[in-house]
């Protein structure tokens, strides 16, 4: 797998950082390595490479030196490296056509929880915005605490947002738009460095990578699709946040956002996506798992007399065995878990839920009924 790795970082070099050029010759070979070992004669495996591409695949030197010296500083600073293909990549990602071939990964928190969702919105947020936030995350600790938060630990609602998650006890994930080797904004650093053993910092892109203007439109796309939903506190008429958000919808996913006073500017992005039936209007957590059909601990579960399904087949079972392991699962991760194609996978859950034994929720997840 290092071997893996290290052609799968030059590989980003090779393609010019562009990601899905990249994803589509690894997705074409099944490997970064092999590409390496097509790369005089790539237009021949994969014919819609342009002229320049082809011609420029030919010269790895450069792009194997700076992946060797970036392998050195993972290892001395106990970086993981995610490619696509590990079952620790965040697999809601793996959805999405513009996913990273990989991604660089510190800290301790699971990316693939049950539950998983970003906070976004200004860099300029108001007290409203900030009470919004602190309470929303205070009544998800009683509600429903094993959730994954999400933001990019920019000013405003992203640092909002990790803070009360670190104080509510939540795990929080900061996705960056630079290298791991350097902390931006710098006045953030302390946070992210309480997130590391409460969370975790994670970027696709190596280090000495600047916090340039793009990349942090860049990486809205990784903070949207590794997410169940993406939820917007206080967004002025044009910001990121609002990036993220139709991010997150061209991926299929829920977008929700907090109504603000009329006529107050950071209300405007909010208010137009309500107004525009482009986000789900919410006003607490209460709301926002109603929407998400996720279950709160207030609930009671729904009762099932598992004897009256003898029946089941023993990939049924195995099914059944991984999400009593844990619970609420995406169909891509116990794809993985299990080793059972998606298709014959799909197949067996819509079986399991006519039998009243797992039921689908928001995402693709499936609850197993107890």
């Known amino acids: 797998m290092t071997d893996e790795i290290y052609y799968s970082i030059a590989l980003t070099r090779m393609t010019g950082f562009n990601q899905q050029m990249a994803l589509q010759l690894y997705q074409a070979l099944g490997s970064s390595q092999a590409v390496y070992d097509h790369r005089n004669d790539i237009g021949d495996v994969v014919p819609e490479t342009t002229p320049r591409l082809r011609e420029s695949m030919k010269h790895w030197d450069d792009a194997l030196h700076r992946a060797a010296a970036e392998m050195e500083f993972v290892t001395k600073n106990n970086i993981r490296v995610l490619t696509i293909s590990d079952a620790d990549y965040p697999q809601r990602l793996c959805e999405c056509p513009d996913a990273p071939l990989l991604l660089y990964y510190k800290g301790s928190a699971n990316l693939n929880q049950g539950h998983v969702i970003n906070i976004v919105g200004t860099r300029h947020c108001t007290t409203y915005g900030q009470d919004i936030v602190r309470r929303l995350i205070t009544d998800l600790r009683t509600l429903c605490p094993q959730v994954l938060i999400v933001s990019g630990l920019a000013y405003g609602i992203d640092i909002c947002a990790h803070r009360n998650a670190l104080e509510q006890g939540f795990e929080t994930v900061a996705v960056l738009a630079h290298g791991l080797d350097q902390i931006y904004p710098p006045h953030h650093r302390k946070d992210a460095v309480k997130m590391l053993s409460q969370g975790g910092l994670l970027t696709e892109y190596m280090s000495q990578t600047e916090a340039l203007p793009n990349n942090f439109r860049q990486r809205n796309r990784i903070v949207a699709g590794m997410s169940d939903a993406t939820i917007l506190v206080e967004s002025a008429f044009k910001g990121g946040g609002l990036i993220t958000c139709r991010i997150a919808q061209e991926y299929g996913r829920d977008v929700f956002a907090f109504p603000g006073a009329v006529g107050m500017s950071f209300s405007e992005g909010c208010n137009k996506m309500i107004r525009n039936n482009t986000a789900a209007l919410i006003t607490s957590a209460e709301d926002l798992l109603e929407s998400l059909g996720w279950q709160t601990m207030q609930q009671k579960p729904e009762a099932v007399e598992r004897q009256l399904f003898p029946d089941l087949t023993p990939e049924e079972q195995q099914v059944v065995g991984l999400l009593q392991q844990t619970n609420d699962l995406q169909l891509?991760?116990?794809?993985?878990?299990?080793?059972?194609?998606?298709?014959?996978?799909?197949?067996?859950?819509?079986?399991?839920?006519?039998?009243?034994?797992?039921?689908?929720?928001?995402?693709?997840?499936?609850?197993?009924v107890s």
Do not use: D
């Not at 878990?337 to 859950?349: D, E, H, V």
């Open 332 to 368: 891509n991760i116990i794809s993985v878990k299990s080793n059972i194609p998606i298709g014959q996978l799909t197949a067996l859950l819509f079986s399991l839920e006519m039998k009243g034994i797992v039921k689908p929720l928001a995402g693709g997840t499936y609850h197993l």
